[in-house]
């Protein structure tokens, strides 16, 4: 995975207020240059960036991030790949003491994941439901991961339309399950798979989702746009995101930027 320079980014242009709202910057990947990516992703218009965690050593390394650097926000959570550290005698009350503790936007990242055989669905399935249990217990957002897992993630939360809602990251499931989870009260998260040509899925919901109901993203280090696949994925790439997603729409880059960010801004209370 590449890293990227100034020099590499100087074509790109600028748009303010852009929020990322799904990047993993408490990373190994981020960790050579952790600084620089903040700078450039600063330069790129990009001023408030939300990093969801993935374990409990996320948690923590995330905390302590956000207490350091007020740009960046943190969502507390485990996500489905490593589900098996889910215990249910211990890790919601973990989660707890975590909450108590600071500023947490939204929990999560959880989910369900069918593509790779991390971890068994059903273990999954119990990190997920004590995940939407804590949600609604403390009021926030679910970051939710969801990969060839469209069905059971839609029937675990139907039970919770109106109690809880957030957002399904990177969707990838086409546009008739897209609107499945936006009536469930759910928002969209889009990132870099809109740049590719033939991410068809990916384009009709970037084209059809409500204004009101969409997040810009990356998933960084991951799902680097076009024309930077090879290079990690940070912040600073959104600009490039964000037209080809005002394209798609056939609305102004600023006007994509604006809507993505208040969606954020209310979502997460950002």
């Known amino acids: 995975m590449k890293l990227l320079t100034t020099e590499k980014l100087a074509p790109l242009s600028c748009y303010p207020g852009i929020i990322d709202s799904h990047i993993h910057l408490d990373s190994p990947a981020f960790e050579a240059d952790f600084e620089a990516c903040l700078?450039?992703?600063?330069?790129?218009?990009?001023?408030?960036?939300?990093?969801?965690s993935t374990d409990a050593n996320s948690n923590r390394r995330i905390q302590q991030l956000t207490r350091q650097y007020p740009q960046l926000r943190g969502a507390l959570g485990l996500h489905p790949h490593q589900a098996a550290e889910f215990d249910p005698?211990?890790?919601?009350?973990?989660?707890?003491?975590?909450?108590?503790?600071?500023?947490?936007?939204?929990?999560?990242?959880?989910g369900l994941e069918q593509h790779y055989d991390f971890c068994p669905l059903e273990v999954q399935q119990a990190s997920l439901e004590a995940q939407i249990e804590l949600a609604f217990e403390a009021r926030l957002p679910l970051i939710l991961h969801c990969r060839l897992a469209e069905q059971p993630l839609y029937d675990t939360l139907q039970p919770w339309q109106g109690k809880v809602g957030g957002v399904v990251h990177c969707f990838t499931g086409g546009w008739e399950w897209a609107r499945k989870f936006l009536d469930l009260g759910f928002y969209i998260g889009i990132g870099g798979l809109a740049?590719?040509?033939?991410?068809?899925?990916?384009?009709?919901?970037?084209?059809?989702?409500?204004?009101?109901?969409?997040?810009?993203?990356?998933?960084?280090?991951?799902?680097?746009?076009?024309?930077?696949?090879?290079?990690?994925?940070?912040?600073?790439?959104?600009?490039?995101?964000?037209?080809?997603?005002?394209?798609?729409?056939?609305?102004?880059?600023?006007?994509?930027?604006?809507?993505?960010?208040?969606?954020?801004?209310?979502?997460?209370?950002?």
């Open 89 to 110: 005698r211990e890790t919601p009350a973990a989660w707890r003491t975590l909450l108590a503790e600071g500023q947490w936007c939204a929990i999560g990242e959880t």
């Open 195 to 270: 740049t590719l040509p033939k991410a068809e899925e990916v384009h009709q919901v970037a084209q059809n989702v409500p204004a009101d109901r969409w997040l810009l993203e990356t998933d960084g280090p991951y799902l680097s746009p076009v024309p930077f696949r090879g290079f990690r994925n940070e912040s600073s790439l959104l600009p490039v995101v964000a037209e080809r997603i005002a394209q798609l729409r056939g609305q102004s880059v600023s006007e994509v930027v604006r809507q993505s960010a208040e969606n954020a801004s209310r979502l997460f209370g950002m």
């Open 39 to 52: 700078e450039r992703a600063a330069r790129a218009g990009v001023s408030r960036m939300l990093m969801p």
